[in-house]
Nanobody, 124 residues
Framework: QVQLVESGGGSVQAGGSLRLSCTATGYAFSTNYMGWFRQAPGKEREKVATIDRDGRKEYIDSVTGRFTISKDNAKMTLYLQMNSLKPEDTGMYFC??????????????????WGQGTQVTISS
């Protein structure tokens, strides 16, 4: 059974940093496509950053230069380092994985596995 468990969320002031972690169990971590998504109140879930099985990384424009996605295959953990945080980064952040298709191209509604989410709140 695939499980994704996020941690590291919290409340910080604008300009601060947080590092999210997602620990995976139950599947071949190194061969999966993974990513981070977020959902603000009243808005749809959106893709934030993805990392392919070969290490290729993609970011949405609004976080480019501020966020860094990475993974440690030995620890089966996905990370999202978030710097220079802004109030508009506030939301529930979800870890996601898919065994077959890059999350950069796969429709959000079709993503295979999700974590339960971790809340990030940025105050101005």
């Amino acid at each position: 059974q695939v499980q994704l468990v996020e941690s590291g969320g919290g409340s910080v002031q604008a300009g601060g940093s947080l590092r999210l972690s997602c620990t995976a169990t139950g599947y071949a971590f190194s061969t999966n496509y993974m990513g981070w998504f977020r959902q603000a109140p009243g808005k749809e879930r959106e893709k934030v950053a993805t990392i392919d099985r070969d290490g290729r990384k993609e970011y949405i424009d609004s976080v480019t230069g501020r966020f860094t996605i990475s993974k440690d295959n030995a620890k089966m953990t996905l990370y999202l380092q978030m710097n220079s945080l802004k109030p508009e980064d506030t939301g529930m952040y979800f870890c996601a994985a898919d065994p077959l298709v890059s999350l950069w191209v796969k429709p959000t509604s079709a993503v295979e596995y999700w974590g339960q989410g971790t809340q990030v709140t940025i105050s101005s």
